[in-house]
């Protein structure tokens, strides 16, 4: 299912004089089909227009009768925070999780109940801030290889998209891959792109066919998927017969968790965390780092204070894990485009039982989408939301809203693990491409498109001016 949605500075309304009601609002859509066709449009626009006309929680129907599907939406931050901050009630159980789970691996973004627990237990401490802090030398390499490619590149306009890509892939697969990030990163990049648009069409299909059925997608997914299985499987055979204890990359670390003779991970779903952790660490902080650079293009005052903290802390010098506080106004922007332009504009869960939301009850067995894409536009919490404002990110102004009025790593027990991985990337990044360029924007408008994260669906492009 394409997500299309027309970018433009405007404001949303609250519903004027809507009363909460026990019975859950349904949106609107055709007899046949409800809000198929809606979301066939532009389903960023149609949770927007559900909002307006019906509050924080509302039921869609899409499909027609047979394959008819049902969820519910819900809007406000106080009902994300009864979603995702509990332990028990809701599963990742739909079919895209499933997908993910299939084609993936069953990792720490997809297990689940004693699974999860289980796997966040070992793998959280590879994940502390101080860990991390570890990979900022091999983001600051990879990006001044993007910083001396643009350099050489005449006509001076880019793509961000692809950059921002192939910037996030090189980091990824170096941090996880190590010393082997070459042999690995041609069969990701090649794999990775069919397998996310595989799982995609599957997951939005009514009814998807058997895997095993032998039509030319299933045939390229299985090819795509054993090539990638097979080369994890041939880097972790040959880490166990090196003995290399000390290596950094994340593999490595993965290989020793746990002490010898307790719990440890296997081969196997070392490899599924891998697959997992490439699958969520880089396609969500490229969009990040293209949606910020956009809106700084697009917004030079918003630059010049930037660019202007930039050289202030760093003295022209490449930034350090250790800068990363101290750039609060790159920070402000980086969160800023992700309340704008979350990467995730969706997150979904099934209710295991029956549970109230607000003043409405949901039942056992649905689906509920939490929808960052309205609750970070929703003018209880934001003013002027469609307005790029960093200044909202100041401590003082983060610490009057409420918790969830902005979650792009979720939040709960199931929060993102690699939010600080992505926040420290996305924030040397941006520090070392507005210490060497002026940016300015050459497309304004933009056709918004979901793919494994929010995307556009045509080009983004931008003028360099080296400094």
């Known amino acids: 299912m394409r997500k299309v949605h027309k970018f433009r500075e405007r404001d949303i309304d609250s519903p004027e004089g809507a009363m909460m009601v026990q019975e859950i609002p349904v949106a609107s859509g055709a007899p046949l089909v409800g809000a198929m066709l809606d979301f066939r449009r532009d389903p960023l ?175 390229r997914a299985a090819a795509a998927r054993r090539e990638l299985y097979d080369v994890c499987d041939r880097i972790i055979r040959r880490r166990h017969a090196d003995g290399d204890a000390d290596g950094n990359d994340l593999l490595n670390l993965l290989l020793h968790t746990g002490a010898p003779g307790d719990d440890r991970l296997t081969d196997a779903e070392i490899r599924d965390q891998v697959l997992i952790f490439f699958l969520a660490g880089h396609e969500t902080t490229a969009t990040t780092l293209t949606f910020a650079l956009h809106l700084l293009a697009r917004h030079p005052d918003a630059q010049a204070l930037a660019r202007d903290e930039v050289d202030r802390v760093l003295g022209g010098r490449v930034p350090e894990a250790s800068d990363f506080d101290r750039l609060a106004y790159v920070h402000m922007s980086l969160k800023e485009a992700m309340r704008l332009f979350p990467p995730s504009p969706g997150i979904s869960r099934r209710a295991t039982t029956e549970t109230e939301v607000g003043r409405y009850r949901i039942p056992a067995g649905e689906i509920v989408l939490l929808c960052p894409w309205v609750t970070h536009r929703h003018p209880a919490y934001w003013a002027e939301p469609e307005k790029f404002e960093p200044e909202r990110f100041a401590p003082e102004l983060e610490a009057a809203r409420p918790r969830y009025a902005w979650f792009p790593f979720g939040g709960g027990p199931r929060a993102c693990i690699g939010q600080h991985f992505s926040m420290l990337e996305a924030v040397l990044t941006v520090a070392l491409l507005l210490q060497n360029f002026d940016l300015e924007a050459v497309d304004t408008e933009i056709t918004l498109t979901q793919k494994m994260a929010l995307r556009s669906e045509g080009p983004i492009r931008i003028r360099l001016t080296p400094r």
């Open 45 to 219: 626009e149609t949770y927007l227009r559900a909002y307006r006309e019906h509050g924080d929680v509302v039921r869609f129907t899409v499909g027609p009768p047979g394959l008819r599907q049902r969820f519910y939406a819900v809007f406000s931050a106080e009902g994300a925070q009864q979603v995702l901050a509990r332990s028990v009630g809701f599963r990742k159980d739909d079919s895209f999780y499933d997908e993910i789970r299939e084609i993936f691996g069953n990792g720490l973004l997809t297990s689940q109940d004693e699974d999860y627990v289980r796997q966040r237990r070992l793998i959280q401490p590879l994940f502390t801030r101080r860990r991390v802090d570890r990979y900022a030398l091999a983001m600051c390499e990879e990006t001044s290889v993007t910083v001396q490619e643009w350099r050489d590149r005449p006509g001076g306009i880019i793509d961000i998209i692809p950059e921002m890509t192939r910037l996030t892939q090189r980091v990824v697969t170096r941090v996880l891959f190590g010393a082997a990030s070459e042999e690995a990163g041609d069969i990701v990049d090649r794999c990775f792109p069919l397998l996310g648009e595989y799982m995609l069409r599957r997951g939005f299909a009514p009814i998807p066919l058997p895997r095993g059925w032998p039509t030319p997608a299933n045939r």
